[in-house]
């Protein structure tokens, strides 16, 4: 009898501590999605105010005409025009506000795979069978975003050359241009691998919620494949793709921060046992 009661104690700290990897792993998928959001809001808030205020500059500089009718109507302006007559200091201004969301981007999207790649490993010692694809995917999705940054900023650089070389000569030189074609393989190769990874960890994500019956999970992927199936065969609705993303990530991190409290919950139950 004390025999089997040790065993039964025994399995129940065995099974608490899988419920805890699930709850883990769940918290820093959650994590992660929570980077994204807060990282990604305060970079888009800081890059338009930059941007805003030197488009006034812009217009004042380039001597284009805008009218004021519930925001800003470009319709007048013309690539020509632009190119042509934005002032080299502007121009240099504006490069240098998107190089560093380039950068800001890089640190926030680094720390984001970074969490989810933890996560789905912690699931994946949890539910190897169900977790090791995702966990895979979020390492080729992490390499996949390291090859696609730093020749990101590189080419902005060089388009920017490009740029003043237009300003100056209405020509673009060979060499600006074998630049951004040098930088556009990795990127290339890097998206196709992030592609293949983001594949592979939705597949996590439905598994994951799948298990643990979180409709919220399935949700949000749902609405995300709708998404893209719009915004690749649809021009109709340009904004709703954009609206369904949100909806999608707001769906998503909910359903892990609930599928961290369950699995947390079920492990303390199984210890009072």
């Known amino acids: 009898m004390a025999r089997a009661s040790l065993y039964k104690t025994i399995y129940n700290v065995l099974r608490m501590s899988e419920y805890e990897k699930a709850s883990k792993g ?12 807060i990282g990604g809001l305060v970079a888009l808030i800081l890059f338009s105010a930059y941007i805003g205020a030197n488009v006034l500059g812009l217009a004042k500089n380039a001597n284009v005409s805008t009218s ?16 042509s007559q934005m002032p080299v200091s502007l121009l240099n201004s504006v490069i240098n ?43 080729m999705s992490l390499i996949g975003f390291l090859l696609v940054v730093p020749p990101s900023a590189f080419m902005i650089n060089a388009v920017k050359g490009a740029i003043v070389s237009y300003q100056l000569s209405q ?7 074998a630049e951004v074609l040098t930088a556009s393989i990795p990127i290339f190769i890097g998206m196709l691998i992030l592609l293949a ?28 494949i709708i998404s893209i199936v719009i915004s690749i065969f649809s021009t ?15 769906l998503l991190t909910a359903g892990l921060y609930s599928v961290s409290k369950k699995t947390k919950l079920q492990g303390s139950s199984q210890t009072s046992l």
């Open 68 to 83: 004021i009718s519930a925001g800003f109507n470009f319709t007048s302006l013309n690539a020509g025009s632009v190119l």
């Open 197 to 224: 990874g983001y594949i592979m960890v939705l597949i996590g994500y439905w598994r994951l919620g799948s298990q643990f019956n979180s409709t919220l999970i399935k949700a949000a992927i749902i609405l995300l």
């Open 97 to 139: 506000a998107v190089i560093v969301l380039i950068v800001a981007g890089a640190v926030v999207g680094f720390v984001e795979f970074t969490l989810m790649l933890y996560g789905w490993k912690v699931l994946s010692e949890f539910n190897s069978s169900e977790y090791h694809t995702p966990y895979v995917g979020s390492v």
């Open 171 to 177: 020509t673009v030189p060979a060499q600006i241009l």
């Open 236 to 250: 109709i609705l340009p904004l709703l793709p954009g609206i369904l993303d949100i909806v999608s990530v707001i």
């Open 26 to 37: 769940s918290y820093y998928l959650f994590l992660s999605q929570m980077v994204a959001i």
